[in-house]
């Protein structure tokens, strides 16, 4: 059974699911080491904290890892954002 307040998790949950049946998005697993995230969700030493720092304090890119490619932006104007 499910209340009406979780209804919205089976939503986005379905809706990544169809997008990668499409093709349309890749989920990629990173390690802690290289996934700034972790930083706000995992107690991590302070050598990756500091690795980190750049990212989440918007001084440093994202890390992309090779070979994949970011859309990011307005759907009618996106720009692309290539793995380095």
């Not at 499409?22 to 969700?41: C, Q, R």
């Amino acid at each position: 059974m499910m209340a009406d307040g979780n209804r919205h998790f089976e939503h986005k949950y379905f809706t990544v699911r169809e997008r990668v049946a499409l093709g349309e998005i890749a989920l990629y697993w990173l390690s802690g080491k290289l996934n700034p995230a972790d930083v706000t969700t995992k107690a991590l030493d302070k050598a990756v904290t500091v690795a980190h720092s750049g990212v989440i304090s918007g001084q440093a890119p994202i890390p992309i890892p090779k070979g994949c490619k970011v859309w990011h932006g307005p759907i009618d104007k996106p720009r692309e954002i290539v793995g380095i």
